[in-house]
Structure formats: C-alpha cells, structure tokens
T-cell receptor, first 116, second 112 residues
Framework: ETGVTQTPRHLVMGMTNKKSLKCEQH?????MYWYKQSAKKPLELMFV?????RVENNSVPSRFSPECPNSSHLFLHLHTLQPEDSALYLC??????WGQGEETQYFGPGTRLLVL | AQKVTQAQTEISVVEKEDVTLDCVYE???????LFWYKQPPSGELVFLIR??????QNEISGRYSWNFQKSTSSFNFTITASQVVDSAVYFC?????????FGTGTRLQVFP
C-alpha cells in the first residue's frame, strides 16, 4: 500500500460518543498533519507533528485530541463533538515540516464526519 | 501576511474546451513556493505541481500548464481539451509563516 491512507472513510457519531480517526503514511515522511475542511471554508490546519512531537496546534478545541505514536501513524481522538464539527478531516504528510515552505504535503482521502 | 485568492468560485465548461483557473497571491517573501492541488469528489487532495519563485518559466504536463507571472503575483492553471474526469475543486496554495495557506478553491465542472 502506498501514499497516505485514512480510516474510516465515513463516520457518523452522536455528540456523546468517543471515536478515533486513523491516518497512516507509507512514504517515509517525518511530518504529519491534520486538516479540517468545512463546507465553503478554506482548509484549516489543526495539528502538526514532526518526528512524533507536536509542533503546531492552531487553537483547536480540546474535544479534538491528536496522538502520534510513531512517524507513520497519526490519530485524532474525538469526544463530545458538536454538530458544527461535521466536516471532512484530512491527513497529510511531508518529508519534513516546512522550513522554507518547500515541503510538498501529500494528502489522504479524508474522513467525512457527521455529528448528530 | 501571505494570502491566496481564487476569485472564480465555480466554472462550468463543455468537454474539450480549454479552461484557465486563476490564482493571485500576496507574500512579503522574496523566495517562495507555490502549489496547486486537485480535490476530486472522492475528497483526496492530489498534488499537481510545486513551483519555485526563482523559476518563472511556464510548465506543461500533458494537458495541464501553469503560467507563473511574478510581476502580477499570479500562478494560473490551464487545462487544455478538458475532460469529464477533470471535474474537481482546484486549490492554489502558498507557504505561510507556519503553515500552508490555501485559497478557497475553484470548482470546475466539465460536462460531456
């Protein structure tokens, strides 16, 4: 398997549920990212990990909790979400975290999340 | 601050037409990179191209071509002889201080 994979592809959850999104990259990259894409809004960067350490957290609510156990895997743990959290959640990876902005990010297919 | 503007929200064309997607950017950096991504209905963002600001030569890849004009801060994307499979949302992006800044995207619909 190659590239960046995400599971599940679709998820419906209630506001009291706890679920996790999984991302795996098979590119040997050192940096991984979580993005949120809501309808008619620009892509929002949520978290950045470099070599399993979080380097960026763009004021994301605590109901989203990332975990990066190794450089190939990234999780997003979800609990007590709100309906406005319904969106497409995209994972990406790059060789390293942008230094001069030259790093190309490669994206997974995303998880479409619906919070009821 | 860095900014990317894609003024065309949606474009519809008939197959085999040529179509150009506009991208205008703002940056204070003297050297920078620019990206284009394609997002088909499946959701995955597919990397198309990365250009260095040093290189202003136009790039062609099959039916795709990119016109980089530093003087007008534009990095436009042209699809020649469009096909139904080109239907997608296309994003232009520019690295910011600490993240990749995406435009709002242009939805391209190619009808048979």
């Amino acid at each position: 398997e190659t590239g960046v994979t995400q599971t599940p592809r679709h998820l419906v959850m209630g506001m009291t549920n706890k679920k996790s999104l999984k991302c795996e990259q098979h590119l040997g990259h050192n940096a991984m990212y979580w993005y949120k894409q809501s309808a008619k809004k620009p892509l929002e960067l949520m978290f950045v990990y470099s070599l399993e350490e979080r380097v960026e957290n763009n004021s994301v609510p605590s109901r989203f909790s990332p975990e990066c156990p190794n450089s190939s895997h990234l999780f997003l743990h979800l609990h007590t979400l709100q309906p406005e959290d319904s969106a497409l959640y995209l994972c990406a990876s790059s060789q390293d975290v942008w230094g001069q902005g030259e790093e190309t990010q490669y994206f997974g297919p995303g998880t479409r999340l619906l919070v009821l | 601050a860095q900014k990317v503007t894609q003024a065309q929200t949606e474009i519809s064309v008939v197959e085999k037409e040529d179509v150009t997607l506009d991208c205008v950017y703002e940056t204070r950096d003297t050297t920078y990179y620019l990206f284009w991504y394609k997002q088909p209905p499946s959701g995955e963002l597919v990397f198309l191209i990365r250009r260095n600001s040093f290189d202003e030569q136009n790039e062609i890849s099959g039916r795709y071509s990119w016109n980089f004009q530093k003087s007008t801060s534009s990095f436009n994307f042209t699809i020649t002889a469009s096909q139904v499979v080109d239907s997608a949302v296309y994003f232009c992006a520019l690295p910011g201080t600490d993240k990749l800044i995406f435009g709002t995207g242009t939805r391209l619909q190619v009808f048979p």
